[in-house]
């Protein structure tokens, strides 16, 4: 089991920056990637960024590139990770909730997709 846990979003002017975090905790060591999602009103659910667990592949949405940043952490205790996102230069069509995702092997060849409760980022003047 993976338990994830997000914080940060909120409301921002555009062109203004904004950070999520996503702290994962359980097993962690299954965790493959780990990334974000967003869910604008009335649209589906898109990626927006990935990263693998070992920060050596990294994913990003066109609409978004050089202007997020994802990153991974690990604490020193080897109990939790976390990964970032920060967003510069926002646009109002950065809008959405955004969600935190982690693919974690649970049996040789079976993957399973864990997800935050989401947080809301509403880019408005």
């Known amino acids: 089991q993976v338990q994830l846990v997000e914080s940060g979003g909120g409301l921002v002017q555009p062109g203004g920056s904004l950070r999520l975090s996503c702290a994962a905790s359980g097993n962690i060591f299954s965790i493959n990637t780990m990334g974000w999602y967003r869910q604008a009103p009335g649209k589906e659910r898109e990626l927006v960024a990935t990263l693998t667990s070992n920060g050596g592949s990294t994913k990003y949405a066109d609409s978004v590139k050089g202007r997020f940043t994802i990153s991974f952490t690990i604490s020193r205790d080897m109990r939790k990770n976390t990964v970032n996102l920060q967003m510069n230069s926002l646009k109002p069509e950065d809008t959405a909730v955004y969600y935190c995702?982690?693919?974690?092997?649970?049996?040789?060849?079976?993957?399973?997709?864990?997800w935050g409760q989401g947080t809301q980022v509403t880019v408005s003047s």
């Open positions: 995702k982690a693919v974690a092997l649970v049996s040789i060849g079976r993957e399973y997709s864990y």
